[in-house]
Structures are given as C-alpha cells and as structure tokens.
C-alpha cells in the first residue's frame, strides 16, 4: 500500500479511510504502540502528522499484510528504532573521525 501524503496534518476518519480500516481499530492501535501518539486538538480531535500517518503504513503492512501479531509488529518496530538509534551514533563517531583525520592533514601540510 503506497499512500500518498499531501496535506500536513490529517483527522482519524481521513486516515482510516486512507487504511480502509475503522477508527477504533486506529485508536487501539495507538494504545498497543507507544511511539505512535497524534496530537489533539482543544476538542480532542486527533490530528495524525505525515510521520504518524508513515508508522501508521507500516503497522498496517506488518500487521494487516504480513500477518504479524501486535506483539511481533512492536519488536519489528522496536528493532528498526534500535537499528537506527546505533547508525545515527556510529555515523556521529565517525564525523568525529573525519575531523581529527581533516585538521591532522592540515596541520601536516
């Protein structure tokens, strides 16, 4: 499913038309998954973002598609959090490299 995401924010009936699921389903969802929190308004109407709208898709692929459970879509999501928290920090070390590597090469010329 490819969801093409034009406006900033979106309401839970957009969404769940866009998933063509209901929206209980899509507030059970943000209870089972932490991460996935859409801001509310002073009425408390839900407004998804393009990212929560992104995660969104992919509990929906995960869960809907493959066929994982609750259970085993939040370790997928939690491993891919993990994966990315470890190359943001090794990327971080290595520009920490780079930099020695740059002023020691113009302290050398």
């Known amino acids: 499913m490819d969801v093409?995401?034009?406006q900033q924010y979106y309401t839970i009936g957009e969404v769940a038309k866009l998933f063509t699921v209901s929206t209980s389903?899509?507030?059970y969802w943000e209870k089972a998954f932490t991460?996935?929190?859409p801001q509310k308004d002073a009425?408390?109407?839900r407004k998804y973002t393009r990212e929560d709208v992104v995660q969104l898709q992919t509990i929906y692929q995960l869960v809907k598609e493959q066929g994982y459970t609750l259970r085993g879509a939040k370790?997928?999501?939690d491993n891919d959090t993990k994966r990315h928290k470890k190359r943001k920090e090794v990327i971080a070390s290595l520009k920490k490299v780079r930099?020695?590597?740059v002023m020691l090469r113009e302290k050398l010329s």
């Open 35 to 37: 991460s996935l929190h």
């Open 25 to 27: 389903l899509l507030r």
């Open 43 to 45: 009425q408390g109407i």
């Open 4 to 6: 093409r995401l034009t």
């Open 75 to 77: 370790e997928v999501l």
């Open 99 to 101: 930099g020695f590597l």
